[in-house]
Nanobody, 124 residues
C-alpha cells in the first residue's frame, strides 16, 4: 500500500552534517504521520523524530533536539531528516516509517510501513 525508500546515509566526521531522504509512494493518503527511527548495534530501535501533518506537530527525541530537523515536501512526497552536529553515538541504521496515527508517536508499533534503512556512521 505504501512504499518507503531511504537514502542519504554515509560516513561523516563528528560535528558534520547529513540529510536523509525518504521517498514515499503508493496510497500515501492513508498515512497521517511519519517518523524516523534508528537502531545501533546491540541496541533496540529508538524513536528519533516524527511529524504529523494532520495535527501540524513535530516531536524529537531529547538526544537529538536542537541538532536534527524533520521536514516534508508534499509535492514530491518526500520526508527529510537534517542532521547537524553529528556525534559518534548517532551511528546507526536509520529508517523512516509511516502510520495512520493523527498524532506523533514514539512507539514503533504505531507505524504501519517501513523503509529498508540507510546506514549513518559518525567517526570520532
Amino acid at each position: 500500500q505504501v512504499q518507503l525508500v531511504e537514502s542519504g546515509g554515509g560516513l561523516v566526521q563528528a560535528g558534520g552534517s547529513l540529510r536523509l531522504s525518504c521517498a514515499a509512494s503508493g496510497r500515501i493518503f492513508s498515512s497521517n504521520s511519519m517518523g524516523w527511527f534508528r537502531q545501533a548495534p546491540g541496541k533496540e530501535r529508538e524513536f528519533v523524530a516524527g511529524m504529523s501533518w494532520s495535527a501540524g506537530s513535530t516531536k524529537y527525541a531529547n538526544s537529538v533536539k536542537g541538532r536534527f530537523t524533520i521536514s516534508r515536501d508534499n509535492d514530491k512526497n518526500m520526508v527529510y531528516l537534517q542532521m547537524n552536529s553529528l556525534k559518534p553515538e548517532d551511528t546507526a541504521v536509520y529508517s523512516c516509517a509511516a502510520g495512520a496515527s493523527y498524532r506523533v508517536s514514539v512507539d514503533s508499533k504505531d507505524y504501519d510501513y517501513w523503509g529498508q534503512g540507510t546506514q549513518v556512521t559518525v567517526s570520532s
